[in-house]
């Protein structure tokens, strides 16, 4: 039978399909079979999210990131929500922020913030830098450095 009993009341998709399987499937190995499946396919999506990191004053995000796989172009914030999200994961917390436009930002002078890069813009952003002042949250593709 598919019941799911109160240990396998998950709310995420996957791990609930694969909590069914394992509930349903009688014998430990196939169930350790489906949890080492699970635990591969889970780390493989962490492997593969965006990190972000707070670089040092004037370096762009190409030398921020570059022990770590690289910037990646395609994660900046949309808005100063997803960008008060990615200033926490990297460790800062902004006095204020401003929407910024500069092709450098999401950056940050130590205490104020500005998130957003210039409106219709398609130049890269990782190889932007300011001065020696400026501090940029970088979107790197990977949280180890090699």
């Known amino acids: 039978h598919f019941g799911l009993g109160s240990s396998c009341a998950l709310p995420n998709f996957a791990i609930g399909l694969a909590c069914r399987l394992v509930c349903s499937y009688s014998g430990r190995m196939m169930a350790s079979r489906v949890l080492l ?6 780390g ?9 990191v707070k670089g040092s004053g004037g370096a762009n995000c190409d030398t921020v990131c570059q022990a770590r796989s690289g910037c990646t172009e395609d994660a900046w ?3 100063e929500q997803e960008f008060e999200a990615v200033a926490a994961e990297a460790g800062h917390r902004c006095e204020g922020t401003q929407q910024g436009g500069a092709r450098y930002d999401p950056s ?10 210039p409106d219709g813009d398609s130049e890269p952003r990782c190889s932007a830098s300011g001065d020696s002042g400026t501090y940029r949250f970088c979107p790197c593709n990977s949280d180890k450095e090699l």
């Open 44 to 52: 493989v999506g962490r492997v593969a999210a965006t990190v972000w």
């Open 77 to 79: 914030p949309k808005s």
């Open 37 to 42: 499946l699970l635990l591969t396919v889970v």
């Open 108 to 117: 940050t002078d130590g205490r104020y913030c500005g998130w957003d890069g």
